[in-house]
């Protein structure tokens, strides 16, 4: 697998955690409550999607061994495309709900 496909898959995977899966929440609400306060939310990189995936595909391409120009551009390129990947996987995931809902209407299930 190449290293731009793995930084692709890498991306999906930041995006689907921190935007859609509730886990920043938990997490800041479980940190709240041990804190005793409401005013604590998690730092910049852990609770922006932008950010997540800047440093984490630029770890990937550091751990792998290539790190060059064109992959950190391209981890930039990825990091400003963000809120676009963000859109199409709430697309996606609208897309397969009509479908399941025109399957159980086909199938009569309730």
């Given at each position: 697998?190449?290293?731009?496909?793995?930084?692709?898959?890498?991306?999906?995977?930041?995006?689907?955690?921190?935007?859609?899966?509730?886990?920043?929440?938990?997490?800041?609400?479980?940190?709240q409550?041990?804190?005793?306060?409401?005013l604590?939310?998690?730092?910049?990189p852990?609770s922006?999607?932008?950010?997540?995936?800047?440093?984490?595909?630029l770890?990937?391409c550091?751990i792998?061994?290539?790190?060059?120009?064109?992959?950190?551009?391209?981890?930039?390129?990825?990091?400003?495309?963000e809120p676009?990947?963000?859109?199409?996987?709430?697309?996606?995931q609208c897309f397969?709900d009509?479908?399941?809902e025109?399957?159980?209407?086909l199938?009569?299930?309730?």
């Amino acid at each position: 697998m190449t290293i731009f496909a793995k930084i692709i898959i890498f991306s999906l995977m930041i995006i689907y955690i921190i935007e859609y899966s509730g886990f920043v929440e938990s997490i800041d609400f479980g940190l709240q409550k041990l804190l005793g306060s409401r005013l604590y939310h998690l730092p910049k990189p852990f609770s922006c999607g932008k950010c997540s995936v800047l440093w984490g595909g630029l770890f990937i391409c550091l751990i792998s061994h290539s790190l060059s120009w064109i992959t950190i551009g391209f981890t930039f390129l990825l990091s400003f495309l963000e809120p676009q990947i963000s859109a199409l996987m709430f697309l996606f995931q609208c897309f397969i709900d009509k479908l399941t809902e025109q399957m159980a209407i086909l199938f009569d299930i309730k």
